[in-house]
T-cell receptor
């Protein structure tokens, strides 16, 4: 699987937007970009995923660079509940079990 | 909203003992997974299960581990003879299996402590 690189940690003030970057320079044409997060003492939780176009859902937005070598997860208004480790994961086109391989992610701290 | 459940939430066992970790995936899901997370480390894939057989397993999933779906609802992970290094949080996950349906839903985990 192609590798992703994320900053170890980031901080944000509450109610401000947060932009979490992910670099994936060796991404292949069929790799989807997935984001999961892990709140303290909980299991990972799906956030969003995309292939080429930017994506929005109720939790976040995903901005994908035109060359697909990087992407940014955008939380529009950070809340204290958004404090978590955020993982950017590449997975090939959705077939079969498609297991997830987690890196170390970005630990987001939200400051009240 | 349906969710994956796991029991027990905590398990303490002696080294060499067998443990069974239980999971109830979301009812219409077809793919099932176990992951583990050693304290302070990243989440690691163990095994995936589909159509009553293992789809894929990692190097961690050696002969000491087994999985089973004994009935239509439970999905279990058995560790035959626990070692100290098996101490970790174990997460079960499931997903539907429909075309393009890639979201995995994780349970809250079972914290296993091997003494």
């Amino acid at each position: 699987d192609a590798k992703t690189t994320q900053p170890n940690s980031m901080e944000s003030n509450e109610e401000e937007p947060v932009h979490l970057p992910c670099n994936h320079s060796t991404i292949s044409g069929t790799d989807y970009i997935h984001w999961y997060r892990q709140l303290p003492s909980q299991g990972p939780e799906y956030v969003i995923h995309g292939l080429t176009s930017n994506v929005n859902n109720r939790m976040a937005s995903l901005a994908i660079a035109e060359d697909r070598k990087s992407s940014t997860l955008i939380l529009h208004r950070a809340t204290l509940r958004d404090a978590a480790v955020y993982y950017c994961i590449l997975r090939d086109r959705p077939t079969g079990a498609n297991n997830l391989f987690f890196g170390t992610g970005t630990r987001l701290t939200v400051i009240p | 909203e349906p969710e994956v459940t796991q029991t027990p939430s905590h398990q303490v066992t002696q080294m060499g003992q067998e443990v069974i970790l239980r999971c109830v995936p979301i009812s219409n899901h077809l793919y099932f997974y176990w992951y583990r997370q050693i304290l302070g480390q990243k989440v690691e894939f163990l095994v995936s299960f589909y159509n009553n057989e293992i789809s894929e397993k990692s190097e961690i999933f050696d002969d000491q581990f087994s999985v089973e779906r004994p009935d239509g609802s439970n999905f279990t992970l058995k560790i035959r003879s626990t070692k100290l290094e098996d101490s970790a949080m174990y997460f079960c996950a499931s997903k539907t299996g429909g075309a393009g349906q890639e979201t995995q839903y994780f349970g809250p985990g079972t914290r296993l402590l091997v003494l």
